[in-house]
């Protein structure tokens, strides 16, 4: 039985992580960024995140009360028109990571972070749960110089907390450049709920973060 399991188990890791496009799929690259945004951006400002699968860190955005639309993405990297492929496979220098369009009235940049360190592990280097390599890492992206001290301010904040008993190894980087990630990524959660990944991995982290920010969901998220 041993013996059968370690034979298996690099396709049960493969089943169970957020890398396996089909070959139509694939071969799609992405876009410029705000190709898919909502309608109308009057009066929404945008965090941009960076905390493992970008399946599941783009359900938990859309979810809040204030947040108009999250777009899933690739960010920190420097080669034009990354592609879902090379990114996972690790052939590029960008992470996975998600847009979020919100509205600065309803719901604060502040909260944006918390919800964001609060739903991944910011202590492991290169790694969320099954999904391994830099693509993966953790990062606070900031446009302004304020945003980039309220994501210190954070950090530093669960360090004298003892909240973590490792190092916080989240990178706090200056967004360039944003690219949208292939449509069928989009709301990938909702979209494909008997996906291997969604079902063993996404659905469980969802249904906890719904019930610890359930006073924050928008009312067709409440139960």
């Given at each position: 039985?041993?013996?059968?399991?370690?034979?298996?188990?690099?396709?049960i890791l493969?089943?169970n992580?957020?890398?396996?496009?089909?070959?139509?799929?694939?071969v799609?690259?992405?876009?410029?960024?705000?190709?898919?945004?909502?309608?109308?951006?009057?009066?929404?400002?945008?965090?941009?995140f960076?905390?493992?699968?970008?399946?599941?860190?783009?359900?938990?955005?859309?979810?809040l009360?204030?947040?108009?639309?999250?777009?899933?993405?690739?960010?920190?990297?420097?080669?034009?028109?990354?592609?879902y492929?090379?990114?996972?496979?690790?052939?590029?220098?960008?992470?996975e990571?998600?847009?979020?369009?919100?509205?600065?009235d309803?719901?604060?940049?502040?909260?944006l972070?918390?919800?964001?360190?609060?739903?991944h592990?910011?202590?492991?280097?290169?790694?969320?749960?099954?999904?391994?390599?830099?693509?993966?890492?953790?990062v606070?992206?900031?446009?302004t110089?304020?945003?980039?001290?309220?994501?210190?301010?954070?950090?530093?904040?669960?360090?004298?907390s003892?909240?973590y008993?490792?190092?916080?190894?989240?990178?706090?980087?200056?967004?360039?450049?944003?690219?949208?990630?292939?449509?069928?990524?989009q709301?990938y959660?909702?979209?494909?709920?008997s996906?291997?990944?969604?079902?063993s991995?996404?659905?469980?982290?969802?249904?906890?973060?719904?019930?610890?920010?359930?006073?924050?969901?928008?009312?067709?998220?409440m139960?």
């Amino acid at each position: 039985m041993a013996i059968l399991f370690y034979t298996l188990l690099p396709l049960i890791l493969l089943l169970n992580s957020c890398t396996s496009p089909s070959a139509d799929q694939a071969v799609t690259g992405a876009t410029e960024s705000d190709s898919i945004t909502p309608a109308d951006t009057t009066g929404l400002a945008k965090a941009t995140f960076a905390g493992g699968c970008f399946w599941c860190t783009e359900a938990y955005f859309e979810r809040l009360k204030g947040v108009e639309a999250v777009v899933s993405g690739y960010a920190g990297g420097t080669l034009p028109n990354p592609t879902y492929v090379a990114v996972s496979a690790g052939r590029t220098d960008y992470a996975e990571a998600v847009q979020v369009y919100y509205h600065p009235d309803s719901i604060s940049f502040e909260t944006l972070v918390e919800v964001f360190f609060a739903t991944h592990d910011p202590t492991t280097l290169n790694r969320q749960g099954p999904d391994v390599g830099e693509q993966y890492r953790s990062v606070a992206f900031y446009r302004t110089p304020q945003e980039k001290e309220i994501i210190g301010d954070h950090i530093q904040q669960l360090t004298t907390s003892g909240k973590y008993k490792n190092k916080i190894v989240t990178y706090v980087q200056l967004l360039e450049k944003f690219w949208v990630a292939e449509e069928y990524h989009q709301d990938y959660y909702r979209r494909n709920p008997s996906d291997p990944y969604v079902v063993s991995v996404a659905k469980p982290k969802v249904q906890k973060f719904e019930a610890i920010y359930k006073d924050r969901l928008k009312a067709e998220y409440m139960k």
